[in-house]
């Protein structure tokens, strides 16, 4: 089967991910899409909390329930299905997408359920931030189905989807879930990478934390403060790699020797700031001072996000994406 044509998709767990996940879903219209939660009131909060997640969503404030009336709609015609048992949610699939606790136990044991309910063409994606396919196939007979689509929070706005199979698992199956992300422009913005080995954290994180980690240091030390950190950021390296990325910027960076001039004329600083840099923990007692230096100013900083602080950083992220969807000078 073709990723083109008509998918039926399960997803497990309804957390934040899971509803991003259902909206990302959803938003294609020859899909449908079975959802199986735990939790004992899914539909009530199918109701609720669904509706901030799709596009046509209304951001009133004094609305309870926002356009619940369209996950009422979903519901009737048959595109959404809530299921109370992995069983029925499993039968019909043909993508199953977990979203369930960053847990290898928890994962193991679900991937092995799944694979003894759901038919033998299915595809079995986990959207996991860094437990490798290969750690959560160990109890499964076939290891050729499973992979990670590892998103980016929300994934319902933001493009990327990290793609990251084991060494067992199937090139075709790794080509469907990039064929299925990869639909034509105007159909969805997201831009799925193959990661081409498994590595924890993946590609996106493994830079994020590498910022951050450098970030809680210069906090630490007082270097800077959270407010003006963010600055920095904001107002250097976040519109250019936005707009370039890392290599692509330092390519323009260096002038007509592109990249390799940049590394000659500025290695020897590079190299001074590599072999400086900082060394703190997020886990034990020792290197961890930073995390209460970093807490507090982060949230006098920012204090408590509001559902419409969540909506207009949303419509930021929907912007930004927009723009580097442009094309200059054409």
Same mark, same amino acid.
């Given at each position: 089967m073709s990723a083109s044509e008509p998918q039926r998709i399960t997803l497990i767990g309804l957390g934040t991910i899971g509803m991003s996940m259902a909206a990302l879903h959803l938003a294609r219209d020859n899909t449908i899409v079975d959802v199986f939660d735990t939790r004992p009131d899914i539909q009530e909060y199918l109701l609720k #909390?669904?509706?901030?997640?799709?596009?046509?969503?209304?951001?009133?404030?004094n609305s309870t329930h926002p356009q619940s009336s369209a996950i009422t709609t979903l519901l009737t015609t048959g595109r959404l299905h809530i299921h109370l048992t992995l069983a029925s949610a499993c039968a019909s699939a043909t993508i199953i997408q977990e979203q369930g606790p960053e847990n290898l136990a928890f994962k193991r044991s679900i991937w092995a359920q799944v694979e003894s309910l759901a038919p033998t063409s299915a595809h079995f994606w986990t959207s996991t931030s860094g437990i490798a396919a290969s750690a959560q196939q160990e109890d499964m007979l076939d290891k050729t189905r499973l992979l990670v689509v590892h998103p980016f929070n929300p994934p319902h706005i933001m493009p990327l989807l990290e793609i990251v199979p084991s060494s067992t698992t199937a090139p075709s199956r790794v080509e469907f879930a990039r064929e299925y992300f990869s639909l034509p422009p105007g159909e969805s913005r997201h831009r799925p990478v193959v990661i081409q080995k498994e590595i924890p954290g993946f590609v996106g994180n493994r830079l994020a934390f590498a910022l951050l980690r450098e970030a809680c240091y210069l906090v630490q030390e007082d270097v800077v403060s959270v407010k003006d950190l963010d600055t920095v950021l904001m107002a250097s390296l976040g519109p250019r790699?936005?707009?370039?990325? +890392?290599?692509?910027?330092?390519?323009? *960076?260096? *002038?007509?020797?592109?990249?390799?001039?940049?590394?000659?004329?500025? *290695? *020897? #600083?590079?190299?001074? +700031?590599?072999g400086g840099l900082g060394d703190v923990n997020v886990l034990g007692s020792e290197r961890t001072e930073w995390k209460e230096k970093v807490i507090r100013q982060t949230d006098e900083a920012y204090g408590t996000l509001t559902k419409e602080g969540v909506w207009e950083k949303e419509e930021r992220l929907k912007d930004f994406i927009r723009a580097q969807e442009r094309r200059y000078g054409q």
């Open positions: #909390t669904l509706p901030n997640f799709l596009h046509d969503t209304s951001h009133d404030s790699w936005a707009g370039n990325g +890392v290599f692509e910027s330092y390519q323009q *960076g260096g *002038g007509e020797g592109g990249i390799k001039a940049f590394l000659e004329k500025l *290695g *020897g #600083t590079m190299q001074e +700031v590599w």
